[in-house]
């Protein structure tokens, strides 16, 4: 009987899938099945995927479609239904010689060739992410080799791009800005909210050229695009569960991840949540004896005491835990159009600012407590795509978005009963509408836009004692009033293949921007003012072209402009940056603007080398930077006791960075490959004075070998020495974090890693992940870090996908 039944079930099974008309795509070389492709017309209005099978429903597109599969490791190829009612459904892809993705969003958020892009554009993909298994999301887009990566603490990760960073790049997640109206012209974190294991890919894209970004892309876009809720491809429900687990020596860590999608026809529905927990890091026990912990502080009673560390390279209090939760909802309404609802939420736990607690004064360690308290962002947004062609679009975006974030500092110097809390939250409310057209008989394309969004700042702070819980009022970090940033824009673009080998693109945004901020209590530091009222608005624009000098052979050329309007961090704020230094408001601080240029040559050779270079060049005038200043005529005040130097946010005349991105891929044999890239930048400001955010010298080299099931990474990460003369005051105020060179100033050496990663298919379910970071246990400290980096570190990971 049992048997009858399962002979039903499969002749129905089998009408189901002719009706549906059911492709399969597979691997040419050994025939296995390929999953995750994208399928999709020639005007991009429609798409699907293929399921873990290679298998996806085709019926959605009409016979006259040309249908096309694309995956970032296989050759793009396209079809007639005709063509693939002769192939019997099944189409066979050949893996590329450089696996890289052939189209890229970022620079317009539309998709479009890479080939026909004159910016710079970096994509991190998520077989690279799952083979390397980065942490954190600043991690993640350190993968790429082109992005420097700063911490202060083990909880942080500042991206520097092109001699920018902190408020001067923009951190955009599923097409929604992160950047707020705090966000600093030092170090921040704030990209490490975002959960690795829910990232699908990353897209950078380097300078200002990307008109559809505006205010804070100076030195570049970082675009994160995370898992979509993926709809059925058949007559049966799509479901697909991820759960990853790792474990980490050099600072204990543990991560468990874990996601399930539910989809059907109509709707789908994706649920995940990550949580890692990190213990004291752990640095490398080879090298520079300057960066190791010989002691700490400890509190008993509320009493502090300084204790011998038994390891020194254990850096105590670095260690922190952090949860990650992402919910979508997608609905499609209609052929081509689709509502995503999504909610991301991130909580860190308290973080130890590790970069204070190695300061000494008078000999000893300054302070019993500095940590950041929970650091929260919750973003929840409503996303619709239509992809129907009108009169006015081929495809439309639009976005409305809504971000909590809230966090806090807190710091007691040794032997105080009394410490200071700053608590400081964000509202954001924020709305994009994005729209793309193809001209009709024409190679030519137009894509426009508006952006609004509007930040609402709340500051307070008190001092607690510690040992009776009693608090009193106290300055906070920015005005205790109305604190409201706001922005709004609109944005054309076009773009034009002229023939097979030209392709010209331009563009155009105008930026309006205002801010206001009041003072309700101005006894703490008497303020020459009680408000603060900026409007600002700027037009920039970008211009660039692509050459086909032959198929091998690519040169692009652009030119942009750039614009930062300052905000609420850059004028209301008071605090501390270095021992013996405060930064007080600016009310009279200005905008700055950029102007760039890059020029890029790509070369194939004969499919075995690939070699990418680009040169670059911008130029900011009206630069904001941190200079001397005086406050009530008074060049130092008194500030948490501590006599300090009066400095502030100005507009510094001008800044200047040059520099060059050089990357070759080349196939040593059919299973090995090697990746290498290496960034080179330099900037100053007026007087020759070294800019801040400039890296030195950095890249990677890796040699990749995949044969079948098994893949293995063997790679090295290098930076280039910073030397005294090299580094802005900024940095040299802070001897604490560097080495000493032979004259006793600081400077940052130079270093080298070997790394090893590995991973193998156990079955079509489950990967294991094995690596060594770190192998000859090294100890050094990136440039501007407050913390050693991780010494030799073994790492363990189980993927499983069901």
Sequence with gaps: MKTGYLIIFLFFQSIILSYGQIIKVIDKEDKNPVSDVAIVNELNTKFIYTNRSGQADISLFPETDTICFQHFTYERVCYTRAQLSELD????????????????????????????????????????????????????????????????????????????????????????????????????????????????????????????????????????????????????????????????????????????????????????????????????????PDYTRPEYVFTTDGRDSVGRNPNHNTQVYSGYSQINTLNKLRMRLAEGVDITVANHYSRLSNVPRYDRLIQYKSGRLRYGEWYYGPQVWMMNSIQSEIRKET????????????????????????????????????????????????????????????????????????????????LTPSASRYPDGRNIYSGAALYAGYKNNLNEKITISTGARYNFAWLNSTIKDNSYYNMPFDEISLINGALTGSGGMVLKINERLHFNANISTGFRAPNIDDVGKIFDPAPGVVVVPNPDLEPEYAYNADIGLSKDFSGIVHIDITAFFTYLNNAMIRHDFSFNGQDSILYNGDMCRVQAITNASFAKVMGTHFNVLANITEFLKLKSNITFTKGHEKGNIPLRHAAPLFGSTHIVMKIKSFNADLYSVYNGAKRYEDMPPSETDKPYMYASDENGKPWSPGWVTFNLKLSYDISEWAVINAGVENILDNRYRPYASGIAAPGRNFVLSLRVII
């Design 391 to 470: 009169l006015l679009f081929d495809a439309a975006t639009i976005t409305l978005a809504q971000q909590n974030y809230k966090e806090s500092r807190h710091d007691r110097e040794f032997g105080k009963t009394t410490i200071n809390e700053q608590f400081d939250k964000v509202g954001i409310v924020s709305f994009n509408a994005d729209f793309d057209k193809k001209l009709k008989t024409s190679n030519q394309y137009v894509y426009y836009g508006l952006e609004y969004f509007y930040n609402n700042v709340k500051s307070d702070a008190e001092k607690r004692n510690i040992n009776t819980g009693e």
């Design 89 to 288: 459904f099944s189409v066979f892809l050949t893996r590329k010689l450089f696996a890289f993705e052939d189209f890229v969003i970022s620079a317009n958020r539309w998709e479009q060739k890479r080939n026909e892009v004159p910016n710079r554009i970096t994509m991190v993909l998520k077989p690279e992410v799952q083979l390397l298994n980065p942490q954190t999301s600043a991690d993640l887009i350190g993968i790429s080799g082109e992005v420097f990566i700063q911490k202060s603490q083990l909880g942080g990760g500042s991206p520097m791009i092109r001699g920018f960073a902190t408020n001067r790049v923009l951190i955009v997640v599923d097409g929604i800005r992160m950047n707020n109206a705090i966000y600093r012209e030092g170090n921040i974190q704030n990209i490490i909210s975002l959960d690795p294991a829910s990232v699908e890919s990353a897209e950078i894209i380097f300078g200002p050229g990307a008109t559809v970004y505006g205010s804070d892309a100076i030195g570049g876009v970082m675009d994160f695009h995370t898992k979509k809720a993926l709809f059925s491809t058949g007559e049966k429900v799509y479901v697909k569960a991820d759960a990853l687990t790792r474990y980490s020596t050099a600072n204990k860590e543990k991560t468990g991840h874990f996601d399930l999608n539910i989809g059907g026809k109509k709707i789908a529905f994706l649920s995940g949540i990550t949580f890692s927990d990190y213990d004291h890091l752990r640095m490398g026990s080879k090298g520079n």
